[in-house]
């Protein structure tokens, strides 16, 4: 049965005040910010793109609906109660789901025959995690991120972004404020 926005709401704020840690929000990003993160992925060059904490796959929708009919989305969602919702909602041959840590990445890559991900776009909230598994992940990422691809995170604190630049060396930064809160998304090109 396909839920109300205000039960999807409702059900998402349940979610992250139990989880404040891993969600990272208390309200599901706005079609503002969704739009502003999909916008950055070229589908002529999308062919596998990754979700990380996707939590209620509000993002996710917006990505598939950009996405040509043979690309491929994985997602890495580590709360059950999420990973069952996503499952739950989407029929899409295109989506996997896995049930894991971002950190995972290249174990589930190499099992599944996957070299290189296009893009892979974050809703992590880093800023509340422990420095080194922030670290472990993002360079996780680079790693299985091909040339000229893009890291695209979003946040709703500037404080992580010399981080991405010692990372990624090449950082765009967008504020989007018609977001509760206002958000920034921090798009990173993988230069070899």
Request: charged share 25%; net charge positive; aromatic share 8%.
């Amino acid at each position: 049965m396909q839920q109300t926005p205000l039960y999807q709401r409702l059900d998402f704020l349940r979610e992250s005040i139990r989880n404040l840690r891993l969600t990272g929000s208390v309200a599901p990003s706005s079609q503002f910010l969704c739009r502003a993160i999909v916008a950055k992925i070229n589908p002529e060059k999308a062919a596998v793109v990754v979700e990380l904490g996707p939590g209620d796959g509000v993002i996710t929708r917006y990505i598939l609906e950009r996405l040509h009919p043979d690309a491929r989305l994985v997602i890495f969602e580590i709360n059950e109660i999420f990973v069952e919702k996503i499952r739950a909602t989407f029929d899409d041959p295109r989506l996997l789901v896995i049930h894991d840590s971002a950190e995972h990445i290249g174990r589930h890559f190499k099992a599944l025959n996957v070299e290189k991900a296009d893009y892979i776009v974050s809703g992590i909230p880093f800023v509340v995690l422990p420095e080194s598994l922030t670290r472990r992940i993002t360079l996780e990422c680079r790693r299985w991120l091909r040339a000229e691809g893009r890291f695209i995170q979003f946040h709703y604190s500037p404080l992580l972004i010399p981080f991405y630049r010692r990372v990624f060396g090449n950082v765009e930064v967008e504020l989007v404020p018609l977001n509760i809160p206002p958000a920034i998304i921090i798009s990173c090109e993988k230069k070899e």
